[in-house]
């Protein structure tokens, strides 16, 4: 009986600990989610001083944050590297909280997918000169990407 009495109670202490160690897994995810949200909260207040239309996400993922900014493709986000440092000490200085990555998406105007949709690029209402002169680029039928080795670069690298 004695040892019965022994293994019930180490049975019901590691249930106890089990329910114990998920409340305070799902507290963590809660308020890693509740964080995420301020992040991107703080990431559109940022970008809504300098008057840039964005859009923002955050993902908690194993203890960090990634931030998910997607903008139209203007000219004052071309070192974007510059913002997301500055926008990493925002968050950090706003919040407390510190923002592991910014991955940054520019999507095309809408009939822009392919080279042959921008051969003909129809002026948009807001219409940013970088965005133009990208498009016109990859307009042209001589422009074309390729890989060349180490030898042939330094090649024309020289011949400049």
């Known amino acids: 009986m004695n040892s019965a009495a022994l293994l019930i109670g180490l049975v019901l202490l590691l249930a106890s600990g089990a329910g114990a160690y998920a409340h305070v897994k799902q507290g963590r995810q809660r308020k890693a989610a509740a964080d995420a949200g301020r992040i991107a909260l703080a990431v ?4 809504a001083k300098s008057g840039a239309e964005i859009s923002a996400r955050c993902h908690p993922v194993e203890g960090r ?15 974007s590297h510059i913002v997301e440092a500055a926008l990493i000490g925002h968050v950090d200085k706003a919040l ?9 998406r520019f999507p095309l105007p809408v009939g822009a997918a392919s080279p042959q949709d921008t051969a003909d690029p129809k002026p948009a209402v807001r219409e940013d000169e970088y965005v133009v ?8 039928p001589d422009y074309h990407v390729a890989e060349d080795s180490w030898d042939q670069f330094e090649k024309a690298r020289q011949e400049k």
């Open 65 to 79: 944050f990634l931030v998910l900014v997607e903008s139209e493709p203007l000219k004052r986000f071309r070192y």
């Open 133 to 140: 002169q990208g498009l016109r680029q990859a307009a042209n």
């Open 44 to 47: 559109k207040d940022y970008f």
């Open 96 to 104: 407390g909280l510190r923002v592991d990555r910014v991955f940054w």
